[in-house]
């Protein structure tokens, strides 16, 4: 931290006036529990989402408990390039936005590749979200303070080397290293998102933060494509038996949303091994803080999805 009070949510300040998009909003995950503590503070929230049924289920149980929440709807799949620019173009309506919380992910999925020829985790966690951030830019500019934090995970020190490779060339593919690659790209998109904010003088700071052990449905929706059901709902209560729960892990992502942080901080929890606990800034691997790797990935993720920002 850097002073001796820890961080809570009563450090999270009013939020009335502030527009905010959370992507990966379902029930129960950490976008539900970011974006029901920003609307219980008044901020107008856009919940973003692949399954217009799954975001009208966590727009009805965040009314259950904030009955005058300032709520919007959002779909979008990041695994397609396509939906994404729609939802970009619907967001237009949306005016200045204050925040971005690019929380959606899939984790550990079998081996898939997406419409656009993309490996899915990749193309998920990360060409999406490059390609979202640098879309909505003009209105986090046009917010005169604007805010971007992507939410990664432990698993990027399991990553050997940055995703730098042709993403449409098939390749030898294990799901759980491949998921650790998507979580380092997001910790190199967000350094070098920053440094490009900064040097061109942009109102906009770019953050990270991440979960711990978290309690959510991610692990088994990754591997059976659902939560309930059969080894799915096995997996899904070992996971709960054993983490924190899913709104502790939101925690450092409201602590990058509305704290008063510099850019390229990077929040987890204050735990033993950063599995759990009240969020503090915390530092990433050795291979995150590249910047030929943080550059590199960039010009690649330029290639891809056809935007050149800021």
Same mark, same amino acid.
């Given at each position: 931290?850097?002073?001796?009070?820890?961080?809570?949510?009563?450090?999270?300040?009013?939020?009335?006036?502030?527009?905010?998009?959370?992507?990966?909003?379902?029930?129960?995950?950490?976008?539900?529990?970011?974006?029901?503590?920003?609307?219980?503070?008044?901020?107008?929230?856009?919940?973003?989402?692949?399954?217009?049924?799954?975001?009208?289920?966590?727009?009805?149980?965040?009314?259950?408990?904030? /009955?005058?929440?300032?709520?919007?709807? *959002?779909?979008?799949? @990041?695994?397609?390039? !396509?939906?994404? #620019? +729609?939802?970009?173009? =619907?967001?237009?309506?949306?005016?200045?936005?204050?925040?971005?919380?690019?929380?959606?992910?899939?984790?550990?999925?079998?081996?898939?590749?997406?419409?656009?020829?993309?490996?899915?985790?990749?193309?998920?966690?990360?060409?999406?979200?490059?390609?979202?951030?640098?879309?909505?830019?003009?209105?986090?500019?046009?917010?005169?303070?604007?805010?971007?934090?992507?939410?990664?995970?432990?698993?990027?020190?399991?990553?050997?080397?940055?995703?730098?490779?042709?993403?449409?060339?098939?390749?030898?593919?294990?799901?759980? /290293?491949?998921?650790?690659?998507?979580? *380092?790209?997001?910790? @190199?998109?967000?350094? !070098?998102?920053? #440094? +490009?904010?900064?040097? =061109?003088?942009?109102?906009?700071?770019?953050?990270?933060?991440?979960?711990?052990?978290?309690?959510?449905?991610?692990?088994?929706?990754?591997?059976?494509?659902?939560?309930?059901?059969?080894?799915?709902?096995?997996?899904?209560?070992?996971?709960?038996?054993?983490?924190?729960?899913?709104?502790?892990?939101?925690?450092?992502?409201?602590?990058?949303?509305?704290?008063?942080?510099?850019?390229?901080?990077?929040?987890?929890?204050?735990?033993?091994?950063?599995?759990?606990?009240?969020?503090?800034?915390?530092?990433?691997?050795?291979?995150?803080?590249?910047?030929?790797?943080?550059?590199?990935?960039?010009?690649?993720?330029?290639?891809?999805?056809?935007?050149?920002?800021?």
């Amino acid at each position: 931290m850097t002073s001796d009070a820890a961080w809570s949510l009563a450090d999270v300040p009013d939020q009335t006036g502030r527009t905010v998009v959370v992507t990966g909003t379902s029930v129960g995950g950490l976008g539900h529990h970011t974006a029901l503590e920003l609307a219980r503070r008044g901020a107008r929230v856009v919940l973003s989402g692949r399954t217009p049924s799954k975001v009208e289920e966590t727009d009805a149980a965040i009314r259950a408990e904030v /009955p005058d929440a300032a709520l919007e709807r *959002l779909q979008v799949d @990041l695994a397609s390039l !396509e939906s994404v #620019r +729609r939802a970009a173009d =619907a967001a237009s309506a949306l005016g200045p936005i204050d925040v971005l919380v690019n929380n959606a992910g899939v984790m550990g999925t079998p081996y898939s590749r997406t419409e656009d020829g993309l490996e899915l985790q990749l193309a998920t966690n990360h060409f999406g979200p490059f390609l979202l951030t640098g879309l909505l830019l003009p209105q986090l500019l046009a917010s005169g303070a604007g805010t971007v934090v992507t939410v990664s995970s432990q698993f990027h020190r399991y990553a050997r080397s940055a995703p730098l490779g042709d993403p449409r060339v098939e390749g030898r593919y294990s799901k759980w /290293p491949a998921y650790g690659q998507t979580k *380092l790209a997001n910790l @190199l998109f967000t350094y !070098e998102l920053d #440094r +490009r904010l900064r040097h =061109a003088s942009l109102p906009v700071r770019a953050l990270a933060a991440h979960p711990g052990f978290a309690g959510t449905h991610l692990a088994a929706n990754g591997q059976y494509g659902r939560a309930r059901g059969g080894r799915a709902s096995i997996l899904d209560a070992a996971i709960r038996a054993v983490s924190q729960s899913a709104a502790a892990g939101a925690w450092p992502t409201l602590m990058a949303a509305t704290a008063d942080l510099p850019g390229a901080t990077y929040c987890g929890p204050a735990g033993l091994g950063e599995m759990a606990g009240v969020p503090q800034v915390v530092t990433s691997s050795r291979r995150s803080y590249d910047e030929v790797a943080q550059r590199r990935l960039w010009e690649l993720s330029q290639d891809v999805t056809g935007i050149r920002y800021p």
